[in-house]
């Protein structure tokens, strides 16, 4: 963390970033000052293509959500009494608060708007995206990790997952590892 890049060290570039997303970046993603979420302008995430617009999800996608509070909690290692954890934690509630669908027994994938988190409306496409959560440690095992990895079940196929399950897109869009693709 300490190597010299160019006159800043790794830390300092890590830093500057994540103060950049906080404010928000000329290419419009920010942070909710409220709920320390993370806003992505549509075309911004794995899912969205420019050419035809596969799932545009403009608003604040459940995995950039995981990826942040990842981000956030490495921070807090680096640069201890920062209030970095402070922002991890705030990030978690909120996740835990606003995503979580207790009808559907998972996390919504998007919170969809172009506004405050709290006013963005949830998409509960059942999406693997969720399990981000769970698998950077965001959600602790509980409960709610069980009710979601249960309902996921319905999205694998040999080899991956469906994105979209059937009925819910004209397409049975799959992940798919190296070796089932072959």
């Keep these: 963390?300490?190597?010299?890049?160019?006159?800043?060290?790794?830390?300092?570039?890590?830093?500057?970033?994540?103060?950049?997303?906080?404010t928000g970046t000329p290419t419009g993603v920010k942070m909710d000052q409220e709920t320390g979420l993370l806003f992505s302008p549509s075309h911004f995430t794995w899912m969205d293509t420019n050419f035809p617009a596969g799932s545009p999800r403009q608003g604040y996608p459940v995995e950039i959500q995981a990826l942040w509070h990842n981000?956030?909690?490495?921070?807090?290692?680096?640069?201890?009494?920062?209030?970095?954890?402070?922002?991890?934690?705030?990030?978690?509630?909120?996740?835990e608060s606003l995503f979580w669908n207790e009808a559907q027994g998972y996390f919504s994938d998007c919170l969809q708007g172009d506004g405050p988190a709290r006013k963005a409306l949830p998409d509960d496409a059942l999406r693997p995206n969720q399990l981000l959560l769970f698998t950077l440690g965001v959600m602790p095992p509980g409960?709610?990790?069980?009710?979601?990895?249960?309902?996921?079940?319905?999205?694998?196929?040999?080899?991956?997952?469906?994105?979209?399950?059937?009925?819910?897109?004209?397409c049975r869009c799959r992940w798919f590892?190296?070796?089932?693709?072959?």
């Excluded at 963390?1 to 906080?22: F, H, N, P, W, Y």
């Excluded at 590892?177 to 072959?182: I, L």
């Design 71 to 95: 981000a956030l909690t490495f921070l807090e290692i680096i640069d201890p009494g920062s209030g970095w954890g402070r922002k991890a934690d705030q990030v978690r509630l909120s996740i």
């Design 1 to 22: 963390m300490a190597q010299d890049l160019d006159g800043r060290t790794l830390k300092q570039v890590a830093l500057d970033m994540t103060r950049s997303i906080e």
């Design 143 to 170: 409960e709610k990790a069980r009710k979601t990895v249960e309902t996921c079940l319905e999205l694998l196929v040999p080899g991956g997952f469906e994105v979209w399950p059937t009925g819910n897109w004209p």
């Design 177 to 182: 590892t190296t070796k089932s693709a072959q």
